[in-house]
């Protein structure tokens, strides 16, 4: 069965400052591959999505990923993180009939 | 507005009682999904369904019952078995297992 990574519990950045996230996954094939958000309290949101094709894809709210078959990854990234992206994050893959996330990972954003 | 709905937001249960969360979808999907959510430990699933009448257990599955008598109902019982029901609830539906999932805002379950 696949099994996701996200290697970093809670990151903190300025707001302004560059984001990226980390996720790595396990599977044999390449799998559909998903990034959601959850702000507190809520459910979750998605953000974007890779099927298949370009390996760069880019979602709601001025996120990316990429996906980099390589190294098993599709790390989400921003160039310059707003306030109101503080929340959680989670890192999904879907393959033979199956979904699996990650544990998640907070934002915090600085002032 | 297609969507899901879950009701109700926040739960107080006695403990030793069951108690039921609903979920509704009309966005037309087959697939299903009930998960649980406790801090820092990401999303656990507890019972999924692919089609009406048929549902498989999860993860974490002792203590909960569901049922899938119509398309766009899951609603998902927590019983006295729970030993540690208090967590946060979360529904879920998608065209297929493996494809994008559309979340609830999820109900807040507290066992006073």
């Known amino acids: 069965a696949q099994s996701v990574t996200q290697p970093d519990i809670h990151i903190t950045v300025s707001e302004g400052a560059s984001l990226e996230l980390r996720c790595n996954y396990s599977?044999?094939?390449?799998?559909?591959l998903f990034w959601y958000v959850q702000s507190p309290g809520q459910g979750l949101q998605l953000l974007l999505k890779y099927f298949s094709g370009d390996t760069l894809v880019q979602g709601i709210k001025g996120f990316e990923a990429e996906f980099k078959r390589s190294q098993s990854s599709f790390n989400l990234r921003k160039p310059s993180v707003h306030w109101s992206d503080a929340a959680e994050y989670f890192c999904?893959?879907?393959?033979?009939?199956?979904?699996?996330f990650g544990a998640g990972t907070r934002l915090t954003v600085k002032p | 507005d297609g969507g899901i709905t879950q009701s109700p937001k926040y739960l107080f249960r006695k403990e030793g009682q069951n108690v039921t969360l609903s979920c509704e979808q009309n966005l037309n999907h087959d697939a299903m999904y009930w998960y649980r959510q406790d801090p820092g430990q990401g999303l656990r699933l507890i019972y999924y369904s692919q089609i009406v009448n048929d549902f498989q257990k999860g993860d974490i599955a002792e203590g909960y019952s569901v049922s899938r008598e119509k398309k766009e109902s899951f609603p998902l019982t927590v019983t006295s078995a729970q030993k540690n029901p208090t967590a946060f609830y979360l529904c879920a539906s998608s065209i297929a297992r493996d494809t994008e999932a559309f979340f609830g805002q999820g109900t807040r379950l507290t066992v006073v």
């Open positions: 599977y044999g094939a390449t799998p559909y």
């Open positions: 999904a893959v879907g393959a033979v009939n199956d979904m699996r």
